[in-house]
């Protein structure tokens, strides 16, 4: 593995009030008699090469939502039915349903299928950045004989329009991922999304998620296009800025987003990155958080 140098993010986090996101340590000391089950969710970090190293994407998720309003998130959501349909897992180059459910330690018959997170990773991204990641032109299509990464920087090769559209079939017009790939002649790269963590909700909050974290690759100056209805803004950094930027209190943030962009912090490039967690064991994360005189602290087991 090529890093800059070696990391040991701590186990142990203390956070103070003022680099979470608003209204988060008032959830903390409501303990639920029964516990939220953990919905099924996806997050994808995209990794674009920058002048001084690896560059993601965080976007800020619109104070009006539900979830964590105001946090510098990744991109990410739920995962729907559609995710894991053959119509879906059937146009993934190099990702079968069985490769997905072993990657990610499921049972190939578990609801939803592994395959799905991989799908809903994808399509969040597409939805909520514009951008593309995996997707590639193939025969028959609109996009067939352009490469990914086109001159617009989004990291797919289409036009504006082609984008605009595209998108607007997902967020508005509730048309399948699928159906959108084969409108627009694309399939989906399996070797391009790899599967980097998985964090469950602590007990104590009200919505809870059972998300794996995915890293994918974009282009060189691609840029996010974000949905204004659920983001109001975003920026690309290093890990290392990200982090330095959340310790002055500029980005508040929840503590998978933290511990993600401490594992991220040390990789020289994109390849690197993503070729170190290429088959690499990744564990089942559920914190214990409790609130403190000052904010929050978190014990990752």
Known sequence: ???????????????????????????VGRVPEVPAVAKSAATVVLVREGADGPEVLLLRRNRATGFVPGAWVFPGGRVDAADGEDALAKRWDGLTRKGAAGRLG???????????YYGAAVREAVEETGLWPGVVACAGGSVAGRAVGGPEGTGHGLSP?????????LLGGGLPFAQVLKAVGARLDGSA????AHWVTPLVEPRRYDTRFFAARVPPGAEAV?????????????????????????????FPTIRTLEDLCDFATVENLLAYYRGRAIPRVQPEIVRTATGVSLRVP
């Open 226 to 254: 974000y949905d204004e209805r659920e983001m109001t803004g975003a920026v690309w950094l290093t890990p290392g800025a990200a982090l330095a930027r959340h310790r002055r209190g500029r980005l508040p943030m929840i």
């Open 1 to 27: 593995m090529d890093v800059k140098n070696s990391h040991n993010p701590k186990s142990d986090y203390e956070i103070p009030v003022e680099r979470l996101p608003e209204g988060f340590v008032e959830t």
């Open 193 to 196: 999304v790899e599967y980097i």
């Open 161 to 169: 329009r082609e984008v605009s559209r595209a998108r607007e079939a």
């Open 106 to 116: 499921l049972a190939e018959d578990a609801q939803p299928p592994a395959i799905a």
